[in-house]
């Protein structure tokens, strides 16, 4: 089992600037491709960014493209997400998810991901 926990959300004017923090623990990601996704209210849960599990390879979104950078600590048993330039689009609640795999291919379904956090809410005003 893998327990992750976000944290780093918040309140946010628009064109700043916020860094999430997803911590693992019960086991070591180093073998888990991580994603992070967002749900804003009335919406479906959509795709953010996905790294695979050595950092080697990284994936966003178009909407994040540029403006988000995923990272991760495998030292540290943790994953960021970067977030610059922020817009009200932007507000939602995000989750990180860890995926049991060593394929550095992109990884941007839900049910792709094995294990998910309970979420931290990002709040843009404009």
């Known amino acids: 089992q893998v327990q992750l926990v976000e944290s780093g959300g918040g309140l946010v004017q628009a064109g700043g600037s916020l860094r999430l923090s997803c911590a693992a623990s019960?086991?070591?990601?180093?073998?888990?491709?991580m994603g992070w996704f967002r749900q804003a209210p009335g919406k479906t849960r959509e795709f953010v960014a996905a790294?695979?599990?050595?950092?080697?390879?990284?994936y966003y979104a178009d909407s994040v493209k540029g403006r988000f950078t995923i990272s991760r600590d495998n030292s540290k048993n943790t994953v960021y997400l970067q977030m610059n330039s922020l817009k009200p689009e932007d507000t939602a609640v995000y989750y990180c998810?860890?995926?049991?795999?060593?394929?550095?291919?992109?990884?941007?379904?839900?049910?792709?991901?094995?294990?998910w956090g309970r979420g931290t809410q990002v709040t843009v005003s404009s």
């Open positions: 998810a860890a995926k049991a795999s060593y394929a550095t291919g992109r990884s941007s379904l839900t049910g792709a991901y094995d294990y």
């Open positions: 019960g086991r070591t990601l180093s073998g888990y491709a």
């Open positions: 790294i695979s599990w050595s950092g080697g390879n990284r």
